[in-house]
């Protein structure tokens, strides 16, 4: 039921659109059929509430220190999932992070901002899956850093470019709380 109502929000809040004729220019320069924008959906309180407690489903059993990405999209993500885990189970404290595209210039030049100590059991998290490079420059720098990742969430798996092939194929096993069927197959009932 909470996997429909994601999909629902997806349409409501306009942040998936399907065009199989003319398709969207991705961030790689290629043309996807599929636009998905998960900065609108969590956007919206009730959408970001929907992803925090599927999220919480699939992590609640894990055992994880703290939650982080690449900067921007990671933020809420990891913010929305680790308030979560907290009301559900004042005890799990899951600190968040974000690895920033390039360190600072100023201050102590960190790539990472956040509460993170070496040997932290992290989870990295991204919005959309699709060639899987933003996700493993953050699964990168947090190994860098002295953490533990072994597992990566995304909400939509977009199935496309290899990307779930290439984080698996650096140990991680990577959750997805969507794929791009789930919101395709929604699509006929729409107008």
Wanted: proline share 4%; charged share 25%.
């Amino acid at each position: 039921m909470l996997k429909n109502n994601l999909v629902e929000a997806f349409y409501t809040t306009h942040a998936f659109k399907w065009d199989p004729n003319k398709g969207f220019r991705l961030a790689s320069g290629l043309t996807s059929p599929y636009y998905v924008d998960c900065r609108a959906l969590m956007a919206q309180p009730s959408a970001r509430a929907l992803v925090a407690r599927l999220a919480w489903q699939r992590l609640n059993h894990l055992p994880i220190d703290c939650i982080g990405g690449l900067e921007i999209g990671a933020i809420s993500i990891a913010t929305t999932i680790s308030d979560y885990a907290y009301m559900a189970t004042p005890r799990q404290e899951w600190r968040t992070f974000v690895v920033r595209k390039q360190p600072k210039d100023h201050g102590l030049g960190k790539l990472i901002e956040g509460v993170v100590k070496s040997s932290d059991r992290a989870l990295i998290v991204d919005d959309v899956l699709t060639s899987g490079g933003s996700l493993l420059k953050a699964v990168a720098a947090a190994r860098a850093a002295g953490l533990v990742v072994t597992h990566a969430l995304v909400i939509v798996d977009r199935k496309e470019q290899g990307g779930r092939r290439k984080v698996e194929a650096e140990g991680l096993t990577l959750l997805s709380l969507l794929t791009i069927d789930d919101l395709t197959r929604a699509q006929p009932t729409r107008s």
